[in-house]
Nanobody
Framework: QVQLVESGGGSVQPGGSLRLSCSAS????????MAWFRQSPGKQREGVAA????????AYADSVKGRFTVSRDNAKNELYLQMDSLKPEDTGMYFC?????????????????????WGHGTQVIVSS
């Protein structure tokens, strides 16, 4: 059974940085997207960033473009999210998600229903 385990969350002041990691086990990353979603208090879960295993295609939510960078190491089966210039509105639980192997490229990979594997999340708090 595929397992995704997130780490790297914490509490940081506005303007600070955090790097989230997601370690996948028993997962074949071939031709599939992995992504980060977040759920802020009182809001629905939303897509933050996604990366395809082929050619390094990425997608970002408008709210994080220019501040967050997604990357992945297919050999290690890990996904990362570098978060810079953090704002209080970035506060939330961050989840790692993955699609099944071979599901291919997507025009919009930041849709929650497209992902079948999920981690339990890591908390990010941005506050002064």
């Amino acid at each position: 059974q595929v397992q995704l385990v997130e780490s790297g969350g914490g509490s940081v002041q506005p303007g600070g940085s955090l790097r989230l990691s997601c370690s996948a086990s028993r997962y074949d990353p071939t031709s599939a997207y992995m992504a980060w979603f977040r759920q802020s208090p009182g809001k629905q879960r939303e897509g933050v960033a996604a990366m395809y295993s082929v050619h390094g295609y990425t997608a970002y939510a408008d709210s994080v473009k220019g501040r967050f960078t997604v990357s992945r190491d297919n050999a290690k089966n890990e996904l990362y999210l570098q978060m810079d210039s953090l704002k209080p509105e970035d506060t939330g639980m961050y989840f790692c998600a993955a699609r099944a192997s071979g599901t291919g490229w997507l025009a919009n990979p930041l849709v929650e229903s497209l992902y079948i594997f999920w981690g339990h999340g890591t908390q990010v708090i941005v506050s002064s």
